[in-house]
Nanobody, 121 residues
Framework: QVQLVESGGGLVQAGGSLRLSCVVS????????GAWYRQVPGNSREWVAS???????NYADSVKGRFAISRDNAENTIYLQMNNLKPEDTAVYYC???????????????WGQGTQVTVST
């Protein structure tokens, strides 16, 4: 079965950097689109960054200029590089991807279980 597993979270000081990874496991044909979301307890899940099928990327205003989303098709991995981290970036970060499991198959969306990012002052 297709699964997404996030890693790379941890505790960092404000101004530091982290690189999150999202491995898409299982046999798939391609990753069509991907995105990162984050959620603080008591709040709704917030969109952070994404890429569309054409390769264009988009970012929430709160992270523009600091975060970068990318992917490695050979490794079936989606990344989120986070620089100049702020305490308000503290959250559980989730990866999601729209994939094809075979040529011509219908695209399906999957979610990971999240990785904790904590930014201290």
């Amino acid at each position: 079965q297709v699964q997404l597993v996030e890693s790379g979270g941890g505790l960092v000081q404000a101004g530091g950097s982290l690189r999150l990874s999202c491995v898409v496991s299982g046999s798939i044909f391609s990753i069509n689109t991907g995105a990162w979301y984050r959620q603080v307890p008591g709040n709704s899940r917030e969109w952070v960054a994404s890429f569309v099928s054409g390769g264009a990327t988009n970012y929430a205003d709160s992270v523009k200029g600091r975060f970068a989303i990318s992917r490695d098709n050979a490794e079936n991995t989606i990344y989120l590089q986070m620089n100049n981290l702020k305490p308000e970036d503290t959250a559980v970060y989730y990866c999601t991807a729209e994939v094809r499991i075979s040529v011509g198959s219908r695209k399906r969306t999957y979610w990971g279980q999240g990785t904790q990012v904590t930014v201290s002052t």
